[in-house]
């Protein structure tokens, strides 16, 4: 549940945090007019967010063994690279969306073509709606109803928040939100690699190399019931969930999830480094 919380959290509150600047902006120049372009645009990616869960639904529904464990294993790494994408995507843009939001409107407006408005809205909730059902999706694939629960939650939780930002209660620092939530895309998305890997060790498609690098897992209870820290346990289930935690690895998840954290780690960390840490980075290891 806290994992389907926390990325139903972080997404929605993405798209919020777009749609507030467009609807500020939309504000600002007294274009109440402009709404209903803005509205249709969220109700169209909202409805097209829906379609793509029943397609997720229906697809995995008619699936069993090998075909099952692809389609998890596939599900898996789209939503990593897709989560991966959006880390390169706000290291990029985290400190200049708001100009370019407010630029691409005012040329919507100066040439007539408010569907132009729309269409921002639209990819605004429509993207965030995709990398939800895709993680959400694979979440759902072993714990259903507390998934449900959570996404619930983070949506309104999301709506209370909205409502206090909106009204000037509070206001979020956008670039640093973007900076502080990649760490925690990188982690989700880490571990969706790793079990992207495990279901293709599962089906045969990649070779463990070594089945159990080690093995962690206490031993059952007397009465059979999991311990909590085992993978299938209360606390270990939830790791399993949020981060991918599996207690017995094999060496080809090892390495698939190690290296993802020090390749994206990098790039993140080098992204968002302030001119501060650089010059004193120089300093410390000058060029020869």
Same mark, same amino acid.
């Given at each position: 549940?806290?994992?389907?919380?926390?990325?139903?959290?972080?997404?929605?509150? @993405?798209?919020?945090?777009? =749609? /507030?600047?467009?609807?500020? #902006?939309? +504000?600002?120049? /007294?274009? +109440?007019?402009?709404?209903? #372009?803005? #509205?249709? /645009? =969220?109700? *169209?990616?909202?409805?097209?967010?829906?379609?793509?869960?029943?397609?997720? +639904?229906?697809? #995995? /529904? +008619?699936?069993? *063994?090998?075909? @099952?464990?692809?389609?998890?294993?596939?599900?898996?790494?789209?939503?990593?690279?897709v989560l991966t994408y959006m880390i390169f995507w706000m290291a990029e843009n985290s400190k200049k969306i708001k100009g370019e939001l407010q630029e691409k409107i005012d040329v919507s407006i100066s040439k007539g073509q408010m569907a132009g408005i729309a269409a921002l809205s639209f990819v605004a909730v429509f993207r965030e709606g995709v990398e939800t059902v895709l993680f959400l999706g694979t979440l759902a694939i072993t714990s259903p109803v507390d998934t449900l629960i959570g996404f619930a939650a983070g949506i309104l939780t999301i709506v209370l928040l909205s409502y206090i930002m909106f009204k000037g209660i509070y206001r979020l620092d956008v670039s640093k939100f973007f900076k502080y939530t990649s760490i925690l895309l990188i982690l989700f998305s880490a571990g969706l690699v790793a079990t992207g890997i495990h279901e293709f060790n599962e089906a045969g498609i990649i070779p463990p190399i070594i089945e159990h690098v080690w093995d962690i897992n206490p031993p059952l209870n007397p009465d059979g019931s999991y311990p909590l820290l085992h993978e299938n346990g209360l606390i270990g289930s939830s790791l399993k969930s949020l981060i991918g935690y599996n207690a017995s690895p094999s060496l080809t998840e090892m390495l698939a999830y190690i290296s993802y954290w020090i390749v994206i780690g990098i790039f993140v960390y080098r992204t968002y480094k302030t001119p501060g840490e650089v010059k004193a980075h120089e300093s410390r290891h000058p060029q020869d």
């Amino acid at each position: 549940m806290l994992a389907s919380f926390l990325i139903t959290f972080r997404e929605a509150l @993405e798209a919020a945090l777009i =749609i /507030g600047i467009i609807a500020a #902006y939309i +504000k600002k120049l /007294g274009r +109440k007019d402009l709404n209903r #372009y803005l #509205y249709l /645009g =969220i109700a *169209g990616a909202i409805a097209a967010s829906t379609v793509v869960a029943l397609l997720f +639904k229906l697809i #995995y /529904g +008619k699936l069993a *063994g090998t075909a @099952e464990q692809l389609f998890e294993s596939i599900a898996a790494l789209t939503a990593a690279a897709v989560l991966t994408y959006m880390i390169f995507w706000m290291a990029e843009n985290s400190k200049k969306i708001k100009g370019e939001l407010q630029e691409k409107i005012d040329v919507s407006i100066s040439k007539g073509q408010m569907a132009g408005i729309a269409a921002l809205s639209f990819v605004a909730v429509f993207r965030e709606g995709v990398e939800t059902v895709l993680f959400l999706g694979t979440l759902a694939i072993t714990s259903p109803v507390d998934t449900l629960i959570g996404f619930a939650a983070g949506i309104l939780t999301i709506v209370l928040l909205s409502y206090i930002m909106f009204k000037g209660i509070y206001r979020l620092d956008v670039s640093k939100f973007f900076k502080y939530t990649s760490i925690l895309l990188i982690l989700f998305s880490a571990g969706l690699v790793a079990t992207g890997i495990h279901e293709f060790n599962e089906a045969g498609i990649i070779p463990p190399i070594i089945e159990h690098v080690w093995d962690i897992n206490p031993p059952l209870n007397p009465d059979g019931s999991y311990p909590l820290l085992h993978e299938n346990g209360l606390i270990g289930s939830s790791l399993k969930s949020l981060i991918g935690y599996n207690a017995s690895p094999s060496l080809t998840e090892m390495l698939a999830y190690i290296s993802y954290w020090i390749v994206i780690g990098i790039f993140v960390y080098r992204t968002y480094k302030t001119p501060g840490e650089v010059k004193a980075h120089e300093s410390r290891h000058p060029q020869d």
